[in-house]
């Protein structure tokens, strides 16, 4: 088993304070360090223990050891399948009494939702800024089509070694522009049809875009064009009903969703309050 120590000059941190991460490979009663990184939440401009999370994930962990979790980063860990367990000491202290068998895994978050809490920076939920997080591989690839003015291009900037915006409305993507981040690509083009080289893409994001394309099938054929084999898009949209968001004549459901991407594999489907998130995978 890898697991993941969030620390502190040695000492077990939260997953969105500590200063390093510490990967261990546990066999039976002996551990290993793999290695050690920076922890990436103290870049994160927002869900920071979100940020720790999926680094931990992504260098192969499926357990890590906090000294406190809160409701959403605990959320995530069990939604990505990883153990949680709580410790409060020495990282290596932590590590025997997990090999000893005295570590038990955490049944729940440790405070409420508001501890270290930043609201809601970038424009972007900390639920869209987690789904970004988790699907975005690092040094990857991605693409934010009908971006607008950029919403999430701001966070896909910090989390992907390129990004292509995309969008059909010059204005908006002067906004894009000014960001001024050296791997955002602008490209002022029709979604269905873009100049975003064939299998490029890791991730692709459809954030309150696909309700508004006339032609849906020619969308989902583009994507599945620039997308990599198992890479993965997100579609946000406002569910049927809310107050928000467009007319609800406008509006999708997830069922229509689904079978628009019918020759993609559904890995996710989230409830995001006013919104849902479905995450879809190229076969």
Not at 117 to 146: C, F, M, N, Q, W
Request: hydrophobic share 40%; with cysteine; aromatic share 8%.
């Amino acid at each position: 088993m890898r697991i993941a120590i969030s620390e502190t000059k040695g000492r077990v941190d939260g997953p969105g304070e500590g200063e390093e991460l510490s990967i261990y490979e546990v066999e039976g009663s002996k551990y290993v360090l793999v290695e050690k990184l920076e922890n990436p939440a103290k870049y994160a401009r927002m869900a920071k223990g979100a940020a720790a999370l999926a680094e931990a994930r992504r260098r192969g962990a499926s357990a890590i050891i906090v000294a406190e979790i809160g409701p959403r980063g605990y959320e995530i860990a069990k939604q990505w399948g990883m153990k949680v367990y709580i410790y409060e000491g020495y990282a290596e202290e932590a590590l025997a009494r997990l090999v000893a068998g005295e570590l038990k895994e955490a049944s729940g978050p440790t405070h409420g939702e508001h501890h270290h809490h930043e609201g809601r920076a970038l424009g972007i939920s900390e639920d869209e800024y987690a789904l970004l997080l988790k699907y975005t591989p690092r040094g990857g690839v991605a693409a934010d089509l009908g971006c607008g003015a950029g919403r999430l291009c701001e966070a896909l900037k910090d989390m992907a070694s390129l990004v292509y915006c995309v969008d059909i409305d010059k204005d908006a993507l002067e906004h894009v522009r000014r960001i001024g981040a050296p791997n955002l690509v602008v490209l002022n083009e029709d979604v269905l049809h873009t100049t975003i080289p064939g299998e490029a893409v890791d991730v692709a994001i459809l954030a309150n875009v696909f309700h508004d394309l006339a032609d849906k099938q020619a969308a989902v054929r583009e994507i599945a064009r620039i997308l990599k084999r198992g890479g993965h898009v997100i579609v946000i949209e406002h569910k049927p009903g809310s107050l928000f968001g467009p007319p609800s004549f406008m509006k999708i459901g997830p069922s229509e969703v689904r079978k628009y991407f019918r020759d993609f594999k559904e890995v996710e489907y989230d409830d995001l309050g006013h919104h849902y998130a479905i995450v879809f995978e190229k076969p």
